[in-house]
């Protein structure tokens, strides 16, 4: 199985760089991080996914000939970024555009592509793959990869990610009766694509809880459930689908809702990992992701998030809610928080929506309480403070608010601008509002694009420790 998430930034300017205006075809290359899941969580199967990582016009000096119907050029080029692209683990692609249709590959596509990968196996030897993209007329995209002379695997889909969100390669299914309502709003296509979506909830409580249940209602295909703690009694105020039974039988968050989900029937294959997010037992799981949403107040975690985001294209959408209880001299403070992370949108670092100190004394606690506890004593760490409040009220509100985000990246029913960066709500003053920020200079994450879509490297995520 392969697919293929191609950057939304990297599309634009694929396709800034290929416009033609007499009609003629046009090419360029772009250089794929590559993602090998050893196990799908849904399928327990192999699979491998293609991630943009850069965009390379074809040389000038290297363009033989081009028409509304070919296009040539020199292999010199292919063949010394092939191997830059082997060396550093990631995949070559070539993309030309049909301009007057929509996206395939024509006979000639095929014969042009199999010499292709012939004249590389005979200059550099067995073992080189590389992909192939074309960019339809009417906005379409096709993508495969060759792996030796005559056999050729095709990405079953193509997700641009970015502010919107937009998949290529669904096809049209049955009518589902359910889901027709809604397929009355957004559309006949709106059902099918909502069932390949694979999507990752990374917290399980008063946030994840509903965003779970409001995805699995929405017709989500595949849900990934990832926490690390039981039910509480304290959680039975605002975790939907809770019992006081399964705090007595010390029942996982995950598998609470799993069972919600499953037992309503609704089509959705749910896959859980009781942990933290970042062990490495989960990481084939939220690789196979489309989208994750971040709904856990580890700083740590949000750390661990904010990365695979831009390594991996799968656009984080993070969500908060802030409740302070008034006093003789201060008002009620309630706020939510949603904020749309990956690249070409600032990271939550320089957002300002992490600390890192935090995130290195959870690390700390989680690794070794013990030395934990002795450095709080010597006040060398953070300590818990006691439980913020919370009302399921608000953190439910705040999941339809995350939710709504995905809905506007895919449908567009705010308007064509796609998903806000960060929106903010005030609960206590009825206020509504939408920001951003710059990225700091030196940020390693998105002030340039240098690990954007770079897939899997050593160190994960070049993460040491």
Known sequence: MLDMILLEAHEEELRSVLRAEDGVEASAYVMFGTV???????????????????????PDEDRISASGVHVTWSTRSFVKLLKKAEAGGMTLGIVHTHPGSHAFFSDQDDRNEANLLQIVSNRSGPGYRFASMVLGGDGTICARVWTSPGAVASCQRVLVAGRKLVLHGVARGAVDEMLDRQARLFGPDFNPVMRTFKIGVVGCGGTGSPVAMLLARLGV????????????????????????????????????????????????????????????????????????????DDHDGRLFLNRLAYFYGIFLIDMGVRIIPASNDRPYEMAARVSVVGPAAPCLLCRGLVDPIVARDEALKRVDPGEYERRKEEAYVSGGGDPAPVVVTFTTETASMAVNEFLQGLTAFRGAGGMKFERRRRFDTVEDRSSTCLPRDGCEMCASAGVWGRGDVEPFLYRIG
């Open 36 to 58: 090998d899941i050893a196990a799908d969580p849904w399928t327990g199967e192999a699979r491998k996914r293609l991630v943009s990582h850069q965009v390379i016009p074809v």
């Open 221 to 296: 295909g595949h849900l990934l459930l990832v926490d690390d703690d039981t039910i509480e009694l304290t959680n039975l105020n605002r975790v939907h689908g809770s019992k006081r039974s399964d705090v007595e039988n010390g029942a996982a968050k995950v598998d609470v809702i799993a069972r919600e989900i499953r037992d309503a029937e609704l089509g959705v294959h749910v896959a859980t990992f009781k942990g933290w997010v970042g062990d490495r037992g989960v990481r084939d799981a939220l690789r196979s992701c489309d989208v994750v949403f971040g709904c856990t």
